[in-house]
């Protein structure tokens, strides 16, 4: 192969690019959907209360979701203060640990193929071509940017799977390669650390941490059409008790402390529940995440579809080169999540992240591919990549916070504590804003079982009013801000508005 004239240290650019681009703003847009502020705000209640277990939201339980991302918030609350920053910034450090796990994996199998002579002039650059097109793939860069447990969960995933085909590219089943025979300790580490990071994935996301890692090993091996070796048999009798140690963490003194009302409300409403019904509010078609993978995959989705039709020339039985278990297990990664998620009842964009590595291994193999052919493919790549990420700045800086400032209550709740009213109470008129729970924490109203308190009448307002016996500050959709304004019962008087919702000061007459 002839010497590339494409120079590296444009490689280096977009590298330091989409490093920059994961940590670039996070503060810029405040904390959005009904997620982020609220995560953010159990999280703030933990690190107040110095409080590493139990999980509250106004100073109520809550049960929905496991610690580790509280864990990492309440961190970062200990390094950077409290704010949209510190709310985002392990997820970042998260995003980058998937692709730079993503990008060893498939520098040990490159090395590999290349050390035993297995079509050497197919490999070259296949980590670096993975892993620039997975940190320039859209679902990774927007859900590292989010305070979400999407990508908590996908990293210690990816880290588990990782291990594992570590372990099966290295230990023996049927080659006769002598540098293959035996197991070694690192061989066994890895196994290992397959297990361990599992328990980690079951503090991130509950019981899914589990099922996708053993899903997507099984669909692996059927896919090749045959069993697992022995070690791998063997070591469920002690990896499962392993990753149950690492996971009793969080889940044992859960336990100890709430007995079997956190085990009702975290596994059978949160759990069962919530895969098996509707109950949640998530309703999506069947072919849900057939459409948003591939979405997720932007600008990299010629080479995914290209890449699956390939699938087609596939040699068949057992993989017999590492290159060929990168291929089936990345195959493997991409369609079980899709596959399990499918059949649930409740359907969220970022359940099937978790499916994206797997999914950007096969584009990197294509991409290694693509820029061979010629050196105006590595500029297209190049050119594709850098695009991407000046994209996303150009985006965040000129667009994404105008747009946000419409999802958000933060600068409609700035300036009441401008105009005096710092320490009054929200009340939610007609409508629920889940930001309040982080900008306006401690001063919302909540019902008798901790959940936001929507009023929908003047007259229940105005009794609220009077247990408070003081003007309190209204959230309102704008269609309904006449009923205060017009009122014989109140007086109100509009703040501003963000274009959906208006503040009001509200006081009896």
């Not at 705000?41 to 339980?61: C, H, K, S």
């Not at 909540?446 to 609220?464: C, N, Y």
């Not at 017009?486 to 501003?496: G, Q």
Request: net charge positive.
């Amino acid at each position: 192969m002839r010497n590339s004239n494409f120079p590296k240290a444009l490689w280096l650019v977009v590298i330091v690019g989409f490093v920059v681009l994961y940590f670039f703003g996070l503060n810029f847009i405040p904390l959005l959907g009904p997620d982020e502020p609220r995560y953010s705000q159990i999280a703030r209640e933990m690190f107040e209360r110095g409080d590493w277990v139990t999980p509250t939201l106004g100073g109520y339980n809550w049960f929905e979701k496991p610690a580790l991302l509280y864990w990492a918030q309440h961190l970062a609350y200990n390094i950077f203060g409290v704010s949209e920053f510190s709310a985002r910034f392990f997820s970042a450090i998260f995003g980058l640990g998937v692709v730079f796990a993503i990008w060893r994996l498939c520098l040990r199998v490159e090395t590999l193929v290349q050390k035993k002579g297995f079509y050497s002039q197919n490999s070259n650059g296949l980590a670096k071509y993975t892993a620039i097109a997975l940190a320039t793939s859209i679902g990774l860069i927007v859900f590292s940017r989010g305070a979400s447990f999407d990508i908590i969960l996908t990293f210690p995933v990816t880290l588990s799977l990782v291990c594992f085909l570590t372990f099966e590219i290295y230990a023996p089943h049927s080659r006769s390669d002598r540098d293959f025979q035996g197991y070694v300790a690192t061989d066994l580490i890895f196994l290992a650390l397959f297990y361990v990071f599992i328990g980690v994935a079951l503090i991130a996301k509950g019981l899914i941490g589990a099922v996708i890692p053993f899903g997507v090993v099984f669909t692996y091996y059927f896919f090749q059409f045959r069993f697992p070796q022995r070690m791998v048999i063997f070591s469920l009798f002690w990896g499962i008790p392993l990753a149950v140690l690492v996971a009793s963490i969080w889940y044992l003194p859960m336990y100890l402390t709430h007995g079997y009302g956190f085990i009702d409300d975290f596994f059978v409403q949160h759990h069962f529940q919530r895969y098996t019904s509707n109950k949640f509010q998530h309703p999506q078609p069947f072919y849900f995440f057939w459409w948003v993978l591939p979405a997720m995959t932007i600008p990299w989705i010629p080479f995914l579809l290209t890449a699956l039709w390939n699938v087609r020339n596939w040699r068949s039985g057992i993989a017999q080169i590492p290159s060929d278990y990168l291929r089936y297990f990345a195959l493997a990664w991409m369609i079980f999540p899709i596959f399990f998620f499918s059949f649930s009842g409740s359907k969220l964009p970022g359940y099937i992240l978790p499916a994206l590595p797997g999914a950007m291994i096969l584009v990197g193999d294509r991409i290694q591919r693509f820029v061979q052919r010629s050196e105006t493919n590595k500029w297209l790549i190049f050119g594709l990549a850098s695009g991407t990420i000046l994209t996303c700045a150009l985006l965040l800086v000129f667009m994404v916070k105008d747009v946000a400032s419409h999802e958000t209550v933060k600068y409609l709740i700035e300036k009441a504590d401008a105009e005096g009213y710092q320490n009054s109470k929200i009340i939610h008129f007609h409508t629920i804003s889940h930001n309040t729970e982080f900008y306006g924490a401690k001063r919302v109203a909540r019902a008798e079982d901790g959940k936001l308190l929507r009023i929908d009448g003047v007259k229940e307002l105005a009794d609220e009013i009077r247990k408070e016996g003081k003007p309190v500050v209204v959230l309102s959709l704008l269609e309904h801000v006449p009923q205060l304004t017009e009122s014989d019962i109140v007086t109100a008087n509009v703040m501003a508005d963000n274009g959906e919702m208006a503040i009001v000061a509200v006081n009896v007459k």
